[in-house]
């Protein structure tokens, strides 16, 4: 019988995340709501976000003393009802004895029940603050692959009428995908070049190499097909959906994918999933698409402001250079104008905030999947995508990936393709003797029985399910 990996389970990294991760999480929401607080003039305003910072220091003792689960108070969103109803099946569980993954979904609807019961703090982002910091901190990456970008775009859009050689086509597709997964741990000398003249070279450098070694899983050839064939085929419309992770730097490279996508016609629509609620700390919401395009547009003022950190260490950050500044406003240009054109586009649902696996998706948001099943290829990025794609169960790690996402496999009308860095405990789809050979290198987790080289970040897979 499958089971959901449990805060319970002292081998699982759901242990340390219920005891050490979330009262940590709760502790920084507190401290952001407090500097809000202190930095307005606004009474009312002020008096209601005490009353969250009370909420929020209540929920923080009720995790780390394992206190009972209350239900989600009615704040207007019928997911409320989807929450207390698996509460009810959960019994006597607790905070540090339940299912991992229904459990922090739990923490963070709890903690949006806070904001959207308010008047003055509604629209409040508690992680807005830890999110604009992460992308400015990944400014020299930002800038390097702001000049890829542009350069790929001129090549792409220079060779249009040209037939492509598919293997230099195929090689740039995974390299696309590559920067995506990895996100802000993309190790920018992957991306020396990304014309076609030069992709073998950049197919065989060390640094390529490096990063390949730690792929477990690569279903890229099998997605590329999926979109070759439905260009092929001469399809109008061809869509590619991206359920986001990040926000910060693995949005912008998200959008990255999404405009080469739409360049180079292996898509005509791509269409972007955010989260509805401030989610799991850094997932986008659609006012961090909005604020990812105004900082492109406009990036002097926040690359060259010094951070409160900056304040304190008295230091000022460099001037950003006239190029790098025509570099984003290149890509603002861009994806501002697949915006405006219908190209690329915003659609949030209340659905990927639900605490339940994927799996029920068919039978629990029919409009949805009827949606879904229109695109050619949806990309599920991170790794709660990946652990609600799977159940977050303790499958063998041989079980084929298309078999543990049930009903979004085969017969499923959907081609998934999961972009996932491992930082939980579940994994599928990996050859005989590969866990245990992983588990045996150092940190690995060894006869202990944890998966622990699956916390960190690492490893990584990309695994295709082809449902059409």
């Keep these: 019988m499958l089971t959901p990996y449990s805060t319970g389970d002292k ?9 050490v991760r979330w009262p940590v999480i709760l502790t920084q929401a507190i401290d952001d709501v407090y500097r809000t607080v202190s930095a307005t003039k606004d009474e009312a305003k002020q008096e209601e976000g005490k009353k969250i910072v009370e909420k929020l220091a209540n929920l923080k003792y009720e995790v780390q003393h394992d206190r009972p689960l209350a239900p989600i108070e009615d704040d207007g969103f019928p997911d409320f009802a989807v929450y207390n109803e698996e509460l009810k099946k959960m019994g006597s569980a607790g905070w540090l004895n339940g299912s991992w993954l ?10 949006s029940t806070f904001f959207s019961q308010s008047k003055q703090w509604k629209d409040y982002d508690i992680f807005n603050r830890q999110k604009i910091n992460t992308f400015r901190s990944s400014r020299p990456a930002v800038l390097e692959l702001a000049a890829r970008y542009k350069e790929l775009v001129k090549d792409l859009r220079a060779d249009k009428e040209a037939t492509h050689d598919e293997e230099a086509e195929r090689l740039l597709f995974s390299e696309m995908c590559e920067v995506c997964l990895w996100g802000n741990a ?51 419309e061809r869509r590619v959906d991206i359920i986001l992770d990040n926000a910060g730097f693995e949005l912008y490279v998200d959008l990255v994918l999404a405009g080469y996508l739409l360049t180079a016609g292996l898509a005509t629509h791509v269409v972007l999933h955010p989260k509805s609620i401030p989610w799991f700390v850094s997932d986008v919401l659609p006012s961090d698409f909005a604020e990812t395009l105004s900082l492109l547009a406009n990036p002097k003022p926040f690359y060259e402001t010094p951070s409160d950190d900056e304040q304190l260490q008295g230091i000022t950050p460099a001037p950003l250079a006239a190029v790098d500044e025509a570099n984003l406003a290149f890509l603002f240009q861009e994806w501002s104008k697949f915006h405006a054109e219908g190209q690329l586009i915003i659609r949030p649902n209340r659905y990927w905030t639900r605490p339940t696996p994927f799996w029920n998706l068919p039978e629990e948001a029919k409009d949805l999947y009827e949606d879904l099943k229109a695109s050619e290829l949806i990309v599920f990025k991170g790794d709660l995508n990946y652990r609600k794609l799977t159940g977050d169960c303790d499958w063998d790690p041989t079980t084929p990936f298309p078999e543990a996402i049930k009903g979004m496999g085969p017969g499923s009308g959907l081609n998934i393709l999961s972009l996932r860095t491992c930082k939980a405990d579940v994994v599928v789809g990996l050859p005989p003797g590969k866990d245990e050979e992983l588990k045996a290198t150092e940190g690995g987790g060894g006869d202990s029985g944890a998966r622990q080289w699956g916390w960190n970040g690492k490893w990584a897979v990309m695994s295709f399910s082809g449902g059409k």
């Design 102 to 111: 229904f459990l922090e979904c739990y923490l963070y609807r709890r903690i």
């Design 11 to 19: 081998n699982s990294f759901a242990w340390q995340t219920a005891r």
């Design 186 to 236: 993309t190790d920018l000398s992957l991306l020396t070049t990304l014309t076609y003249e030069d992709i073998q070279k950049l197919q065989g450098s060390e640094a390529r190499k490096s990063a390949e070694k730690n792929i477990l899983i690569n279903d890229l050839p099998a997605a590329f097909d999926a979109l070759k064939k439905a260009k092929a085929e001469g399809k109008a």
